[in-house]
Every structure is written in C-alpha cells, then in structure tokens.
C-alpha cells in the first residue's frame, strides 16, 4: 500500500507494524482478527494522507502487542462483562473497533452516524470530537444477580427512599434510591419495583449509562440511568452482541430527570426473550455515549441476565462510533 506524504520509508514501516499485528492477533478468529486489521489499515491510511509521519502515526497506536492484548481482553468469547471507555491518558485520536480501542496521533477519529448509517467522516480535530463534560463514571454495588431479580418490593423499600413513579405497557413500577446517596450511583444502589417484585440496576462496572432488561410480561421491559446530568436523549436499538451495531430502531422509551439525572424506562415491542443483544445510544447536554448489551436466557419475573457489555463515552453530542 502506498502512504502518500507518509515521509520516505513509510511503506515499508506500515508493512513490518501491520505484518507483527497480524501475528500478535493470530489466536482471534479470523473475521475479527480481518476486521481489526482492516480498520487500523483504514484509520492510519487516513491519518497518513494528512501528512503526519508514519512513525508518529503507529507510535502513537501503541505496539502491535499491546493492540492484540486489549482485542482479547474484550474477546465475545469470554462471557462476561467488559467496560471501557477511552485511553485517556495516551489517546489524542480514540478510535473504537470491533471490540478493542485504539490510539493515534493528533485529535480524536469518530464516525457521524444516525439509525444505522455506516461509519464515516475519520479523522477530525480533538475540540469537534472531545465532550467538554466532566465524566460521570459511577461505582454501585453489590452488583445485581439477575436470578435472585424479582424478590419481595421489601428488599429494596427497607433501605431506599422512593424518587419517582409511573407505568409502562400497563405495568406500574416505582423508582428507589439508597438512602445516603444521590445522583446516579444512588438509583444504581437502590433499584425499581415492577407490579410489586424488586428488581436492581446494579451491573457493577463504572459506566456513564446502565441498562437492565426484564421479562416481567409479555412484551419486554428496559430501563435504566444515564450518569450525566441532565434530560438525555434515548435511542434503543436490536444489536448484536461485542459489535455496535444498530440494527432495528426500538420504540423511545419514557426519559425523567431524577435527582439531577436520566431515568428511562420503555417497554420493547416482543418478549425480553427476543432481544439478544440491545444498543443503547444517549446524548445528554454536551455530551453523547453508546454502550452495547449482550443477554443471556430469560426467566419469566426476573432480569434477563447480561452476559456482555462494553461501552464509549465522553463523546461530543451526537457522534456514535461503531464497528
């Protein structure tokens, strides 16, 4: 391939980096192993277009091993929850793949995407594609057991104060939060009664935005918190499970600010048995996320348990990578 302004050398550098990739990354299978490799080949193509050296641009990527160690880290072959956000104490450029996030050299890489439109538009400078909004990463526990889901509404009223109310597809639910505690970590710690039974919002894992799913019907139930203050904005989506697919669009759910926060709770159009995996994109004032949910065998009365999860944030309003 050939690295136009890429500075003499950078054809045969961009081969040695990508020829180590493709070995450090050889466990993985190889349609993902091909879409890591296809993705940076694009990204660093067009950081080199722009006239930045090739040593830069790779420097700045990180060793082909140091790649591979994050694309296993957070592998959908292993079953359980895996939260990241962004590099943030190397990364100019944040770039997410298919499941692993990547840095290079200059400002931040993000795709403008809306209801499923494909990734485009690389490269733009950091001040168009950072959020200038103080993280909101929140820390809960215990965490959730989906099975133990859907006990006595007394397991969660005795140590939590009710913060909002109302009903969805017909069913009544109230919102709690732990007495002691506000914002989102307060209603992570507390939890939502469902016609009577108690059910948590406790994944465990620091993320901006929570989402739990509950077969408590004949049509599914999701709800859940968007840390950032302010009313956000809810978009659902059918996915699949590791990616950041949006498949099909899924009814808005109901959005309330509580206790300076996003509450939201929606019924979905088919059991929770029918949702694999859901996409969750949000945009606050200022600033947007997207996480990915993948679930496991519903029980009728309890939370469908997760089984994956992954996620980005501090994202400008409206910008939604994906892979």
């Not at 795709?111 to 594609?129: D, M, N, R, V, Y």
């Not at 103080?134 to 006990?151: H, K, Y």
């Not at 007394?154 to 109230?174: I, M, N, R």
Request: with cysteine; charged share 15%.
């Amino acid at each position: 391939m050939t690295e136009p302004s890429a500075g003499p050398g950078a054809e045969a550098i961009v081969h040695d980096y990508f020829s180590r990739l493709g070995r450090a990354l050889a466990p993985l299978p190889k349609d993902r192993r091909d879409q890591i490799l296809d993705d940076l080949r694009d990204h660093v193509t067009a950081a080199l277009a722009e006239g930045q050296p090739a040593d830069q641009v790779l420097g700045a990527l990180g060793t082909p091993e140091d790649i591979a160690d994050e694309a296993y880290a957070s592998s959908p072959t292993r079953p359980t929850r895996h939260a990241w956000g962004l590099w943030r104490p190397r990364l100019r450029y944040s770039l997410a793949l298919s499941g692993v996030v990547v840095a290079l050299a200059g400002g931040t890489a993000g795709f403008a995407i809306t209801s499923g439109s494909p990734p485009q538009h690389p490269a733009k400078l950091e001040s168009e594609l950072t959020a200038h909004v103080a993280d909101a990463e929140s820390t809960c526990s215990p965490a959730t057991v989906a099975s133990a889901s859907g006990g006595p509404a007394s397991a969660l009223t005795s140590h939590a104060t009710e913060v909002a109310s109302g009903t969805s597809g017909g069913q009544a639910w109230t919102l709690w939060s732990q007495k002691g505690e506000t914002g989102a970590r307060g209603i992570e710690d507390g939890g939502l009664i469902i016609n009577g039974r108690a059910y948590g919002l406790c994944p465990g894992y620091p993320n901006p935005a929570e989402l739990e799913l509950a077969d408590t019907g004949s049509h599914g139930l999701a709800y859940g918190v968007i840390g950032y203050p302010g009313l956000a904005r809810i978009w659902l989506y059918k996915s699949t499970a590791g990616t950041f697919y949006t498949g099909t669009r899924l009814p808005a759910p109901q959005v309330k600010i509580v206790d300076g926060v996003s509450f939201f709770i929606g019924t979905l159009p088919q059991s929770a048995c029918a949702y694999p995996a859901l996409e969750l994109n949000a945009t606050s004032p200022g600033v947007s996320d997207e996480h990915n949910f993948g679930f496991g065998t519903c029980t009728t009365g309890k939370l469908v348990p997760i089984t994956a999860s992954q996620g980005i944030w501090q994202l400008p309003p409206g910008h939604f990578p994906a892979s």
